[in-house]
């Protein structure tokens, strides 16, 4: 009987044998010189490393290519200009000093997905943007630091959004800015210090737009810190003719401005909430830093301190989870 078995067994262990070992990732190493080409040749699963400067604009374009598992591309060594994705699935990107370049973001993704953005480090001027992303689905930005961009993070038709954990300091137009975002968490960021580059105009930590064809929606809003003369801090708008914000949940979040009264502020319907938030008014301001909501949006459990000639405002606890 063992014989029979060792008989029928023998051409599979044979064919086993013969197999070829199991493909393993590769680590790639990349300069200004070659990184275009090493890109290229990149597989599913591969860690590509960047080092040294990269001073021109660098454009990775490949219509439908996919990495899946993503491919790593690890720039912690080295400084950069921009980089722009067009195309692609499945990057996870860790580090890297920005500078960008006039007119364009310094990190810019567009009609591709799963692209996971950590540890950048961006130093502007005010006049440029940071990160963009559009066109999108299952996007992230987390424990990056942004020094005066224009706008931190744009993110504009995308769906699955993660901006956890990054510091934007000295921005001069928006902080975070969504238009068209279908679920989302913008948690644990910090907004200081914004900058006027451009009179006139209106500066915020946290903006969701109106959009076309479809709103801001099923976003959760929490655990920001904001604190700064002359920006908003979380700030939720509708507009006639554009579908409204909806299942916004802006919760927990401490706003502390000046001459500038929404600290929260949220517009759209019953769906939205305004919830546990905690504003407060730097000295000198000309109004109080208060929690706003418009258009049947729901309010409770925010607190808002004293300034000046107006009383503290801390209403009822939430009655319900939502």
Same mark, same amino acid.
């Given at each position: 009987?063992?014989?029979?078995? *060792?008989?029928?067994? *023998?051409?599979?262990?044979?064919?086993?044998?013969?197999?070829?070992? *199991?493909?393993?990732?590769?680590?790639?190493? !990349?300069?200004?010189? %070659?990184?275009? @080409?090493?890109?290229?040749?990149?597989? &599913?699963?591969?860690?590509? $490393?960047?080092?040294? #400067?990269?001073?021109?604009?660098?454009?990775?374009?490949? /219509?439908?290519?996919?990495?899946?598992?993503?491919?790593?591309?690890?720039?912690?060594?080295?400084?950069?200009? @921009?980089?722009?994705?067009?195309?692609? %699935?499945?990057?996870?990107?860790?580090?890297?000093?920005?500078?960008?370049?006039?007119?364009?973001?310094?990190?810019?993704?567009?009609?591709?997905?799963?692209?996971?953005?950590?540890?950048?480090?961006?130093?502007?001027?005010?006049?440029?943007?940071?990160?963009?992303?559009?066109?999108?689905?299952?996007?992230?930005?987390?424990?990056? $630091?942004?020094?005066?961009?224009?706008?931190?993070?744009?993110?504009?038709?995308?769906?699955?959004?993660?901006?956890? +954990?990054?510091?934007?300091?000295?921005?001069?137009?928006?902080?975070?800015?969504?238009?068209?975002?279908?679920?989302?968490?913008?948690?644990?960021?910090?907004?200081?210090?914004?900058?006027?580059?451009? @009179?006139?105009? =209106?500066?915020?930590?946290?903006?969701?737009?109106? !959009? =076309? &064809?479809?709103?801001?929606? =099923?976003?959760?809003?929490?655990?920001?810190?904001?604190?700064?003369?002359? %920006?908003?801090?979380?700030?939720?708008? !509708?507009?006639?003719?554009?579908?409204?914000?909806?299942?916004?949940? *802006?919760? #927990?979040?401490?706003?502390?401005? +000046?001459? @500038?009264?929404?600290?929260?502020?949220?517009?759209?319907?019953?769906?939205?909430?305004? $919830?546990?938030? $905690?504003?407060?008014?730097?000295?000198?301001?000309?109004?109080?830093?208060?929690?706003?909501?418009?258009?049947?949006?729901?309010?409770?459990?925010?607190?808002?301190?004293?300034?000046?000639?107006?009383?503290?405002?801390? #209403?009822?606890?939430? /009655?319900?989870?939502?």
């Amino acid at each position: 009987m063992k014989i029979r078995l *060792a008989r029928r067994l *023998a051409p599979v262990i044979a064919l086993l044998a013969a197999a070829p070992a *199991a493909a393993t990732a590769a680590e790639l190493t !990349a300069n200004a010189k %070659t990184v275009v @080409a090493t890109f290229a040749k990149a597989k &599913p699963g591969d860690v590509l $490393r960047l080092k040294g #400067e990269f001073p021109a604009l660098l454009v990775f374009y490949a /219509k439908d290519r996919t990495f899946s598992p993503a491919l790593t591309v690890d720039a912690t060594d080295a400084r950069l200009s @921009a980089v722009i994705f067009n195309g692609v %699935t499945g990057i996870r990107w860790n580090g890297g000093v920005f500078t960008g370049v006039p007119g364009r973001p310094a990190f810019s993704a567009a009609n591709g997905g799963d692209i996971k953005v950590s540890q950048i480090d961006f130093r502007g001027d005010g006049t440029i943007n940071a990160v963009v992303f559009r066109n999108m689905k299952g996007v992230a930005l987390a424990d990056s $630091r942004l020094d005066r961009p224009r706008v931190g993070v744009s993110l504009v038709d995308v769906e699955d959004v993660s901006v956890v +954990g990054n510091t934007i300091q000295g921005w001069s137009g928006d902080g975070i800015g969504l238009a068209g975002v279908t679920r989302g968490e913008i948690r644990k960021n910090s907004c200081r210090d914004p900058v006027r580059v451009e @009179a006139g105009l =209106h500066i915020d930590c946290i903006q969701g737009y109106f !959009a =076309h &064809p479809r709103p801001n929606s =099923h976003i959760l809003v929490t655990q920001n810190y904001v604190t700064g003369f002359e %920006t908003q801090g979380v700030f939720f708008n !509708a507009f006639p003719g554009y579908p409204p914000p909806d299942h916004i949940v *802006a919760e #927990e979040n401490t706003v502390e401005t +000046g001459d @500038a009264p929404n600290g929260v502020a949220l517009d759209g319907g019953p769906t939205n909430i305004a $919830r546990n938030n $905690r504003t407060s008014t730097l000295k000198g301001s000309r109004w109080r830093t208060d929690v706003k909501v418009f258009g049947g949006s729901i309010s409770c459990g925010n607190k808002t301190e004293a300034y000046l000639r107006w009383k503290s405002v801390a #209403e009822p606890p939430c /009655k319900d989870a939502r």
